[in-house]
Nanobody, 115 residues
Framework: QVQLQESGPGLVKPSQTLSLTCTVS??????????WAWIRQPPGKGLEWMGV???????SYSPSLKSRTSISRDTSKNQFSLQLSSVTPEDTAVYYC???????WGPGTQVTVSS
């Protein structure tokens, strides 16, 4: 079955760019009509959808994060990635990657923004 695994630094300094990668196994990110998303949960708050990359490489972002967010992919590695620029401590959260079509989640990775 499809499995997802997030990876990336657990600590990022303010004003820097947060970069995370999701490695997908058991399925191809280019399979027609599949979507792959990034979602985060700040401490004590609810889930926040950040954006999605579709099987054809097209992307869509949360309006509130669009100016700072970029989602890309590496089809040769079956990975998709998140970049969030100009981070502040408010971007501290557990970040999840998600297989939209079947509701499959990665385990999540804690990212703390602190100097």
């Amino acid at each position: 079955q499809v499995q997802l695994q997030e990876s990336g630094p657990g600590l990022v300094k303010p004003s820097q760019t947060l970069s995370l990668t999701c490695t997908v196994s058991g399925g191809s990110i280019t399979t027609s009509f599949y979507g792959w998303a990034w979602i985060r949960q700040p401490p004590g708050k609810g889930l926040e959808w950040m954006g999605v990359i579709a099987y054809d490489g097209s992307t869509s972002y949360s309006p509130s994060l669009k100016s700072r967010t970029s989602i890309s992919r590496d089809t040769s590695k079956n990975q998709f990635s998140l970049q969030l620029s100009s981070v502040t401590p408010e971007d501290t959260a557990v970040y999840y990657c998600n297989f939209v079509n079947f509701g499959i989640w990665g385990p999540g990775t804690q990212v703390t923004v602190s100097s």
